[in-house]
């Protein structure tokens, strides 16, 4: 095959690379991340309300916002019970009807349990933003409400947070001496941005990303917006809050938790709890169940991630450790110690901290790129058009060049950010130990390095025949070019 029909060959093979990247990403289903309730229509609940259990629907103000919530208590008795509040985990305005199942559980076992409408974007908590103070004053504002009720003891109110609410409720507790007891359910000792780092990099492996990958995929992107500081809650850490609790707490650790490490979080409390002299604290692993307290060989959550999977079927020994432990508070004989940590197979490791103008550094880089190869195709469209011809040679692999130059880039962001705001559920097919769209992306850089080789192959061996025009736009190509090498490198698509 003569040399021009090769090239043209070439370019057509190439060309759609680009857009079959876009089509994989756009057609991964969206999903949430784990122990993430997700977008529930309000008044909507995730089973039939418990029998024994009475449901009475209220508000309440915290801060500048009126809270809907609900209260769940036994039916038809005259005695006072202890009371807890419900703290949602991750998720933008989480509706109280994600929690009904816990709430309905605790009502039905003598706890009068409080469910409450989480904040949402319009109140200050959003994608890349939140405060642990203002999550924590809402705790507190529906501990006032169940003081005031009839059918609860003022004397032992406490707090019971999930996943991201267990830093939240020990936040509570060091506020107000009116929280009575902490209870944390799958929490993590460990800050929000090496939690969501390790999450991720527990669902890449399960997927079957080789684990060289795994920080490539998994922790450079969460990294770089921490140093912009745009990742909600970075840096808070929940142990110094937790050395200085004086209430009674419970730690309970889900044995599967994938959202959560499980091993490192017990021993982190353990320790912590330990060395600061706390008075009463319990740690307890609940076997066989993953990050919703669901009974899962092994805590992954197979399928679309909604309520039912979630809390439509808790293990009954979690429900029992909870209301039993408050119960032993009520009588005054409350059982302490720790369980031993569970295997967790995955360490998180400390992170490497980015700086601060790094993620804004490598925007600049890639804008650039882009600005240099749309200058390339722009100047030579408008040179087109004019009927000026081109003596630069290597035309297959100068519009190759161009076009990945444009594509991988956005592509690259746009698939790690999947991966961020997915927790690592949804990469797509793993070929090789790659997901394919990152295997396309990864071919795609060696190309633009082949089609970068090879125009400066072409260049050196006829420099006399370039104009000042074609000289121009040969620079911006390379300049382009030059740029893409450290972009790839820093993003890990060169990573072998």
Known sequence: MPAPRRRAALLKALLPLPVLLLGVFLALPARAAPGDPGDVPRGEGNKEEATGVTREEVEFIAGERTVRGAVLAPEATTETHPGVVLVAGSGEGVPLEAYLPIAE?????????????????????????????????????????????????????????????????????????????????????LPPDRTQIWMNQVQLRHAGVSDRLLDDLGGRLTRHVVGAE???????????????LEQPF???????????????????????????????????????????????????????????????DLAPEYVDTVTGWVHGLAAGEPPGGSDA????????????????????LLVASGGGTLVCFSA??????????RGRRSRLPAAGARRVLAVLGLSLPPLTVVYLGWIMMTAGTEVGAVVFGRPLPWLGLQLGALTALGATAALLLACWSRPDRLTGVDRARLGLLLVG????LPWAVTWGLLTP
């Open 481 to 484: 070019a030059t740029a893409l």
């Open 376 to 385: 390339y195709l722009g100047t030579g469209l408008i040179g087109r058009i």
């Open 250 to 312: 419970l730690g309970v650790i889900a044995e599967h938790d994938r959202s959560t490490p499980p091993g490192q979080t017990l021993e982190l409390y353990r320790d912590t709890l330990s060395g600061s002299g706390h008075p009463h604290h319990t740690l307890r692993v609940i076997s066989g169940v993953g990050h919703g307290m669901e009974p899962s060989p092994d805590g992954f959550v197979e399928g679309d991630t909604d309520l039912d999977s979630l809390f439509g």
């Open 105 to 189: 559980a605790f009502a039905a076992a003598g706890v009068v349990t409080l469910v409450y409408d989480k904040r949402g974007e319009s109140d200050g908590y959003g994608l890349f933003g939140a405060s642990l103070p203002d999550l924590a004053d809402d705790a507190l504002a529906g501990v006032r409400l169940l003081r005031e009720r009839s059918d609860v003891r003022s004397d032992l109110v406490g707090v019971h947070g999930h996943s991201e609410g267990g830093w939240t409720v020990i936040e509570a507790g060091v506020r107000s001496a009116e929280v009575d007891f902490v209870v944390a359910a799958a929490p993590s000792a």
């Open 230 to 244: 745009a990742f909600r809650l970075a840096g808070h850490d929940p142990l110094p809050d937790l050395a200085r």
């Open 341 to 360: 940590p569970p295997a967790q197979d995955l360490e998180s490791v400390e992170q490497p901290p980015a700086g601060s103008g790094a993620l804004w």
